[in-house]
């Protein structure tokens, strides 16, 4: 079965500022996407930004990007130019890629941000 | 992006009671949802996988005859919690991925449910 963690409960940003937020994962299998969601307090799942594992080139999204490191199951998450709508509770994930694989998406334990003004 | 709804946002109900949590799927089919529980400051835990035509597949745990799924249409999933009780009051959230796609998942707005 496929874990994913986050080791950082609670990481706080100044505004402007660049923060990193960390993910691992653990999976046996060869194939498989990466995701950070943002949940904000309306509850509402937000997709930020996806990794295709056969993708070398890290995925980038205007002021978010990840550093995909797949041998070591590393999938981080850098927020630049922190804004204060960035705050939220930040959930990785993975999926696998294959038809026979888990379909529904493994959640980590979420790390919430803070920006501070 | 597609969207999926969920009705309805809020619900109280009394314990013993049950209750009905509907997910659609309002501009594309999905033959697949998926079924989360979510627990103040915790993370998103798969409950179930609802399947248009067929049997939902429980996650190991989760009582199918207390949550029972039912994909009536490719648009629509419903979650009953029969007999509820305090310690079920959570946030249910639904998600449809998009077929031929399924890197792309869609997610409800959820579903806060108190049971008093």
């Known amino acids: 079965a496929q874990t994913v963690t986050q080791s950082q409960p609670e990481m706080s940003v100044q505004e402007a500022e660049t923060v990193t937020l960390s993910c691992t994962y653990d999976?046996?299998?060869?194939?498989?996407?990466l995701f950070w969601y943002k949940q904000p307090p309306s509850r509402q799942m937000i997709l930020v930004i996806r990794?295709?594992?056969?993708?070398?080139q890290n995925a980038t999204e205007n002021r978010f990007s990840v550093n995909f490191q797949k041998a070591a199951k590393s999938f981080s998450l850098k927020i630049s130019d922190s804004q204060l709508g960035d705050a939220a509770m930040y959930f990785c994930?993975?999926?696998?890629?294959?038809?026979?694989?888990?379909?529904?998406?493994?959640f980590g334990s979420g790390t919430r941000l803070q920006v501070q003004p | 992006g597609a969207v999926v709804s969920q009705h309805p946002s809020r619900v109280i109900c009394k314990s013993g009671t049950s209750v009905k949590i509907e997910c659609r799927s309002l501009?594309?089919?999905?033959?697949?949802m998926f079924w989360y529980r979510q627990f103040p400051k915790q993370s998103l835990m798969l409950m179930a996988t609802?399947?248009?035509?067929?049997?939902?597949?429980?996650e190991q745990g989760v009582e199918k005859d207390k949550f029972l799924i039912n994909h009536a249409s490719l648009t629509l999933s419903t979650l009953t919690v029969t007999s509820a009780h305090p310690e079920d009051s959570s946030f249910y959230i639904c998600?449809?991925?998009?077929?031929?796609?399924?890197?792309?998942?869609?997610f409800g707005p959820g579903t806060r449910l108190t049971v008093t």
């Open positions: 990794q295709e594992a056969y993708k070398q």
């Open positions: 994930a993975y999926r696998s890629a294959f038809n026979t694989g888990r379909r529904a998406l493994t």
């Open positions: 609802s399947n248009e035509g067929s049997k939902a597949t429980y």
């Open positions: 999976t046996s299998e060869s194939d498989y996407y």
């Open positions: 501009d594309f089919q999905a033959t697949t």
């Open positions: 998600s449809a991925p998009l077929a031929g796609a399924p890197y792309e998942q869609y």
